[in-house]
């Protein structure tokens, strides 16, 4: 049951990471050429691809489909995403879209390596131990528990973007739309 858990959660990710992506493909070719590691011609195939992959193998891990398999895709995969936010880290880019799960025009998130190195190395342990027979019932219990604890980690993520303990958002709104209402009204109240 462990296992199924962990391969869904693996699986999970993978899936909020690949969906967007599919519907963006010229963000993601954007993402993957702002990374510079990638010869032009790469670029492109990996934008095209990347995004079928993931949800493939984030589906088969969900699923226990070929799990030494998916597990080992998995694993390769993260190590890659590891290995290409490492290599803009040590050159100083810490601001670069890592465009993990979807791409901002807003906001950029700041990149780190730790949670693709972890998921590899889950992945890869998973590779490993293979995926025994697993009876249907602890199957589906491991799914649904490894997929409870994605939704809730997005679900605190979600609300972790919109609430702000200690500060009011609306304060950093109005605050310069306050500013600049006092300068006019003591401009017109002193008549410059």
Known sequence: MLWA??????????LLAGIPKLRDRDGLLTVVKGYRLLPHRMERVVAGSLPLV??????????????????????LLFAAFAFGLTANLARGRRDLDCGCFAFSAHEVPRIGWFRA??????????????????????R????????????????????????????????????????????????SRYGS
């Open 5 to 14: 858990m962990v391969a869904s959660i693996l699986g999970g990710t993978l």
């Open 54 to 75: 993931e949800v493939l193998v984030g589906t088969a891990l969900i699923l226990g489909i070929a799990g030494v398999w998916a597990a080992s895709g998995a694993a």
């Open 117 to 138: 190195a972890s998921f590899a190395v889950a992945a890869l342990v998973l590779a490993a131990t293979g995926s025994a027979e697993i009876a249907p019932l602890e």
């Open 140 to 187: 589906l219990i491991g799914a649904a528990s490894g997929l409870l604890v994605v939704l809730a980690v997005v679900a605190v993520v979600q609300i972790k973007a919109v609430v702000h303990v200690g500060r009011r958002p609306v304060d950093d709104y109005l605050t310069s739309a306050s500013i600049k209402l006092r300068a006019v009204s003591a401009e």
